[in-house]
């Protein structure tokens, strides 16, 4: 079953524009990751930000995360075209002491027009 | 360092029929997953292997679905029979099993339609 539910499904934007992705998930967490699948290719590994963290940065993205409402925010800025592709938050629950499993999201299709 | 490779990339079978995936892990990843992803859906966990164990296969219909690692390097799965339902990208995906190390690799998937 997926644990993530991102929102919005789809996002279309102008290049240079920001785009924001959140993701709700259902149970608790150890982390939570944000993975970038271009069309017809594997999933890449954007950022990880851990349960007691609340906000990360890597180059232009930014991940908030809130555990009391069980969601988190991807915010690129300065949207490229070549941002786009479909974004999937994934999470590793707080019982998986090992195994360090990820349950994905259903994803956002994030099409930046140049 | 070489990325995650699967084989073939593309596959069309009907159904009933077998097929086979290959995958080929990142070197010295101890860990690897295959993951099911259907069209417009995030990918679902079938199985994980830690080395040639398997770790946890309880979303792999085993009615249909097998999977090993003999050598704890190269895996393959397999479905036999297959369903239309099968119709998905299937991803392997690798991991270096340390403690710490959250990253999970993939490689490009295998394309299925069930026909």
């Known amino acids: 079953s997926q644990q993530g539910e991102e929102d919005p499904q789809a996002l279309s934007i102008q290049e240079g524009e920001n785009a924001t992705m959140n993701c709700s998930y259902k149970t608790s967490i150890n982390n939570l990751q944000w993975y970038r699948q271009n069309s017809g290719r594997g999933l890449v590994h954007l950022i990880l930000i851990r349960s007691n963290e609340r906000e990360k940065h890597s180059g232009r993205l930014r991940v908030t995360l809130d555990t009391s409402k069980k969601s988190s925010s991807l915010l690129i800025t300065a949207s490229r075209a070549a941002d786009t592709a479909s974004y999937f938050c994934a999470t590793r629950s707080a019982g998986d002491t090992g195994r360090r499993a990820l349950t994905f999201g259903s994803g956002t299709r994030l099409q930046v027009q140049p | 360092e070489a990325g995650v490779a699967q084989s073939p990339r593309y596959k069309i079978i009907e159904k009933r029929q077998s097929v086979a995936f290959w995958c080929n892990p990142i070197?010295?990843?101890?860990?690897l997953y295959w993951y099911q992803q259907i069209l417009g859906q995030g990918p679902k966990l079938l199985i994980q292997f830690q080395n040639n164990g398997v770790v946890d296969d309880s979303q792999l219909p085993k009615d249909r679905f097998s999977a090993e690692r003999l050598k704890g390097v190269d895996s393959t799965l397999k479905i036999q029979p297959a369903k239309l339902e099968d119709s998905a990208v299937y991803l392997c995906?690798?991991?270096?099993?340390?403690?710490?190390?959250?990253?999970?690799?993939f490689g490009p998937g295998t394309r299925l339609l069930v026909l």
């Open positions: 070197s010295g990843h101890a860990t």
């Open positions: 995906a690798s991991r270096t099993g340390g403690s710490g190390q959250e990253t999970q690799y």
